[in-house]
């Protein structure tokens, strides 16, 4: 089992910048890939980014504001988003896989673990 630990949630204003940490505990590996979704109210649930041993994604809506990074000696997964827009307001997640091989890397059901969530809402 690998339990995943979310923080740095906020109210920002429009324009500004957070970093959301995910912290793994468990039966965790370097090699496993981490995601960052969301899901805004009535919304489904989104992949904003992945990070691999090899590769980063990223969704189309937040590439060249969200940079995704990982530190595996604290094994953790960190987001900073900057220029925030209120569209960006939803609960964000991370989630692992169970493998190091995927085909979507963004696609939800890639992941076996998920963290709980924190509240990110962007809005003057």
């Known amino acids: 089992q690998v339990q995943l630990v979310e923080s740095g949630g906020g109210l920002v204003q429009p324009g500004g910048s957070l970093r959301l940490s995910c912290v793994a505990s468990?039966?965790?590996?370097?090699?496993?890939?981490i995601g960052w979704f969301r899901q805004a109210p009535g919304k489904g649930r989104e992949g904003v980014s992945c990070i691999s041993p090899t590769s980063t994604y990223y969704a189309d809506s937040v590439k060249g504001r969200f940079t995704i990074s990982r530190d595996n000696a604290q094994n953790t997964v960190y987001l900073q988003m900057d220029s925030l827009k209120p569209e960006d307001t939803a609960v964000y997640y991370c989630a692992s896989m169970s493998g190091s091989y995927y085909l979507e890397p963004l696609n939800q059901y890639e992941y076996a673990y998920w963290g709980q969530g924190t509240q990110v809402t962007v809005s003057s």
């Open positions: 468990g039966f965790t590996s370097p090699y496993y890939p």
